[in-house]
């Protein structure tokens, strides 16, 4: 009977913090195969930010919007956070867990106008390059577009992106060497594909962070805790294995 007992009491127990689990609500947008509605666990990110979440007693509900308005919601606190983002120019209302990605963005270009191969992205004098409304990249990388060492037009999405560059609109598109062939491979053709290629070098970011809301409620707490779930998954080997999976899932490579 006491056995009986006590299986009951640690279910119920069991059963008590399920329902105490918190549940916030997580900005974010289309960045396949890193974050989609209809993607796999939600994309590689999403679904690794999920996990830690989890890790941490933490459930989350995603609201997808477009980028710009993803960061503004969290920023002004209507959202606890938002998923996923480089270090900010201004992080005024923020701070970061993570990071869930280590960037690495390559320049695609077309093959009948190559571009070289670089170690500092002010070689690329007169190179035209494309960049996507909303996108972090790097503060280095605006600082020199601002200071004019480097030209950029601007465009709402990658594949249009895609397309302006095998129009020859623009010279060359950066954009995390993933995604990119992810998108090629999802949107176009075979014989689109064939035009392209991409650098080896690349401009490496800090890396892609869940971006906590300090205006939301009990914000700096939650961060805190997030990242204390991360460094514990990490340290015990459970963050690569998770993305692993998730890159597996969503046909990548780890």
Do not use: C
């Amino acid at each position: 009977m006491s056995r009986f007992l006590g299986a009951v009491t640690g279910a119920l127990l069991a059963l008590a913090s399920l329902a105490q689990a918190e549940t916030i609500k997580v900005s974010t947008g289309e960045y396949a195969p890193f974050t989609g509605e209809t993607l796999p666990n939600g994309g590689v990110v999403n679904g690794l930010v999920s996990r830690v979440a989890e890790q941490a007693g933490v459930t989350i509900e995603y609201e997808y919007m477009p980028w710009k308005r993803a960061l503004e919601v969290a920023r002004d606190g209507q959202v606890h956070a938002s998923s996923y983002w480089g270090e900010r120019p201004d992080q005024s209302g923020l701070t970061m867990v993570g990071p869930f990605t280590l960037d690495r963005n390559v320049l695609f270009y077309r093959k009948d106008k190559p571009v070289s191969e670089f170690e500092d992205i002010t070689e690329l004098t007169g190179v035209v390059i494309g960049v996507t409304h909303g996108y972090s990249y790097t503060p280095v990388f605006w600082a020199n577009v601002e200071n004019g060492s480097i030209q950029t037009q601007t465009a709402k999405d990658d594949a249009s992106n895609f397309r302006k560059l095998l129009a020859g609109r623009i010279d060359a598109f950066i954009v995390d060497e993933y995604v990119g062939h992810y998108l090629l491979e999802q949107e176009f053709t075979a014989e689109e594909r064939a035009q392209l290629s991409a650098t080896q070098s690349a401009l490496m970011g800090s890396g892609g962070f869940l971006q906590i809301s300090l205006k939301a409620e009990g914000g700096a707490d939650l961060a805190a805790r997030l990242q204390a779930a991360y460094d514990e998954m990490k340290a015990s080997g459970a963050l690569d294995a998770a993305r692993s999976e998730l890159s597996a899932a969503a046909g990548l490579g780890s």
